[in-house]
């Protein structure tokens, strides 16, 4: 459902009853485990004071929550007191969709004495925006999630070979969009041997470099487990659930992105140690997953902090993603920089200093293809987002 029709549906109640009840779920956070900063407090008593003033509500019916769970399209908010299902004021519908809360948004919300329903009157500004771009570069911006704080890009490995490529892409994202981001290499007991998972993951570090954590874990790993633990500390990463853990502390959110099939849910309900979350098949044939998690949803983990369970992404393209680029390969970068040739696309150019940084063993040459693939696409989406206009 689109952001738009997701809006009217809930602002006009539409199907709400079908809804999954909040009572019997346990997993989701509570507004302390969430902790508003100093400046979201601030801003939230800001905002009453101008809907009391603006619009007449009475202040005390209004207060601070955070958007926990979004089923197709309607808000969960978890407040102080409660946490209950809300609709969209009309303000947030109509030219002002995009500003529809996402899952981790905290917004005002008002619930009138003895109502059941709260209504999200004003978004908070976000600290991070996780977003991607549905479409190609004409199409819309799509947010999934804020306020995150780290992006656990979740790819599988022991089926096709592993992708550094859309590892790295994932990464760019997150980085791009105000959040850090560390790897984790689901599925490990699929491996042949422990030979192809220290190439998997040194394919893997070489690209991304020391300032991305690289975790490996697997849930059908029983009979493996020693075997596979021993392999990650050869290759200098963390192992298994406390690894996971490791990177979403107290206190910290997190999302899980990655393709649907890659284990996102498997994992999390390991590390929730129940099954809450719906899991499926992948098809034989391709390793393909089945769209299972339809909803985005917070999990708090048991002695960790919270994450966003999400679909999986069926494309994640680069458009515009430049900044996040410079963050995840400073060097090369720089290196560009001094290229002989503005346009260098560092393949074979005289006078390319990237290519001479690779020659003298400074940048790994597995690290400068994916700098390579992900700077060709963002040239040639910067070029599709307005023809008439030269860069
Ligand atoms: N062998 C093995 N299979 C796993 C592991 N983790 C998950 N699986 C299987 O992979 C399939 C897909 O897992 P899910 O957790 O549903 O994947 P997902 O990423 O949440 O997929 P979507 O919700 O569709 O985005 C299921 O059959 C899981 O049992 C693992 O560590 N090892
Ligand atoms: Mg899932």
Not at 16 to 41: I, K, Y
Not at 176 to 194: E, I, N, P, Y
Not at 301 to 324: K, N, Y
């Amino acid at each position: 459902m689109s952001a738009r029709r997701a809006g009217r549906a809930a602002r006009h109640g539409e199907a709400a009853g079908a809804l999954p009840a909040l009572s019997g779920m346990s997993d989701l956070p509570s507004f302390d485990e969430l902790a508003p900063t100093a400046g979201q407090l601030e801003e939230c008593s800001a905002l009453v004071g101008s809907l009391a003033r603006m619009r007449g509500i009475a202040a005390g019916e209004l207060s601070l929550g955070c958007v926990v769970r979004l089923d197709r399209g309607f808000p969960a908010v978890a407040c102080a007191d409660a946490t209950f299902r809300a609709e969209h004021a009309t303000s947030l519908a109509g030219p002002a969709a995009g500003l529809l809360p996402a899952v981790g948004d905290w917004v005002v919300v008002r619930r009138a004495p003895g109502h059941d329903m709260g209504v999200i009157e004003q978004v908070l500004a976000r600290k991070s925006d996780i977003a991607r771009w549905r479409g190609g570069s004409r199409g819309e911006r799509q947010t999934l999630a804020a306020n995150v704080d780290v992006v656990l890009v979740a790819q599988a490995l022991g089926g096709r070979p592993v992708s550094v490529g859309r590892i790295a892409r994932s990464v760019v994202v997150a980085r791009d969009c105000g959040a850090d981001a560390s790897v984790v290499l689901t599925k490990a007991d699929r491996v042949a041997h422990a030979g192809c998972f220290l190439d998997d993951v040194s394919r893997v570090r070489d690209a991304l470099g020391e300032g991305v954590d690289v975790v490996a874990c697997a849930s059908g790993a029983a009979a493996r487990g020693d075997e596979l633990a021993g392999a990650a500390r050869r290759a200098g990463i963390g192992w298994g659930d406390e690894a996971v853990r490791a990177l979403v502390p107290a206190g910290v959110v997190g999302i899980v992105l990655g393709e649907s099939g890659a284990g996102k849910s498997t994992l999390l309900n390991s590390l929730l140690g129940h099954a809450a979350l719906e899991t499926a098949g992948v098809r034989e044939r391709d390793d393909a997953g089945r769209h299972t998690t339809v909803c985005r949803r917070m999990v708090s983990l048991p002695g960790a902090g919270v994450v966003v369970d999400e679909p999986g992404l069926r494309s994640l393209p680069l458009v515009g993603h430049e900044h996040g680029l410079s963050l995840v390969f400073p060097e090369v970068c720089e290196a560009a920089a001094g290229c002989r040739f503005r346009d260098c696309t560092h393949t074979s150019e005289p006078g390319c200093a990237v290519l001479a940084e690779v020659a003298a063993g400074r940048v790994p040459a597995e690290r400068l293809d994916a700098y390579r693939a992900l700077a060709a696409e963002m040239r040639d989406s910067r070029q599709g987002i307005d023809p008439d206009v030269t860069l």
